[in-house]
């Protein structure tokens, strides 16, 4: 059974995703506070967080944040719930480590649905980097290991959260050939996402100031105007 923990502090809608997500057959775990949802993280090591962005004390995005930081939390999907809408805080939420950003009110099928597929993308994460045939990848400065989830660039590990290490996996595993932010977006986060392809160049973005020596102009991660983004053939 996958636990998911549902941090809100709005105690009727936790008790509406409560009931819909065990009726699905997750176990499910509660938290009204920042503090209390970075405790459980830590000692429950949930499947999946479903992470309101406005808490008492600590707030969401600092939840986030500090979740990414910590080695025994940082591969934890997030999911953010908010009841704001600007474009900037979504695309906040997904630069500092969410994997997925729903605005309130929503659909508890649609939120089920999100999560469904947030977890199956999860598993297809760990199935793919246990395949020995691509697991280590090495490119000069930038070494990418499946199997122990690390990049390194010049011998220093870089802090990628899980959907920043999949999509960069994803286009090294095949250098040389442009993929659409389309097919990214399908690939990386799952046919039934509901997001859009902005998504996509938030983490490239921030892949890319992680380790490019200069984001301005990509040693590794290139875009193709007009079409989507390839990761250099090095060997050419």
């Known amino acids: 059974m996958q ?22 057959g997750y176990r499910v775990i509660t938290a009204a506070d920042g503090n209390a949802a970075v405790s459980l993280a830590d000692s429950e090591s949930p499947d999946l967080i479903l992470l309101d962005v406005m808490l008492p004390g600590m707030d969401g995005l600092a939840v986030c944040r500090v979740l990414n930081q910590k080695p ?54 760990e199935d793919s980097a246990q395949d020995k045939s691509c697991c280590r990848l090495v490119f000069n400065r930038l070494v990418i290991d499946q199997e122990k ?44 996402y509901l997001g859009d392809s ?18 301005g102009q990509p040693q590794f991660i290139e875009t193709v105007r007009g079409v989507g983004y390839r990761f250099k053939d090095l060997a050419n």
């Open 72 to 125: 025994q939390t940082r591969n934890i999907p997030i999911i953010m719930l908010s009841a704001r809408a600007e474009e900037l805080d979504k695309v906040l939420g997904l630069e500092i480590g969410a994997d997925d950003y729903v605005t309130k009110p929503f659909s508890t099928r649609e939120l089920v649905a999100r999560i469904k597929a947030r977890l199956r993308r999860s598993r297809e994460a």
């Open 3 to 24: 636990t998911i923990l549902v941090v809100d502090d709005e105690e009727n809608i936790v008790e509406l995703i409560k009931f819909n997500l065990e009726r699905e």
């Open 149 to 192: 989830f690390l990049v390194t660039v010049d011998g220093t590990g870089l802090e990628l959260t899980p959907k920043e290490f999949e999509l960069l996996r994803f286009l090294a595993c095949e250098p040389g050939k442009v993929f659409s932010r389309d097919y990214l977006l399908e690939k990386i986060w799952g046919y039934d």
């Open 198 to 215: 902005r998504t996509v160049d938030v983490h490239i973005r921030h892949i890319r100031q992680k380790f490019e020596q200069v984001p």
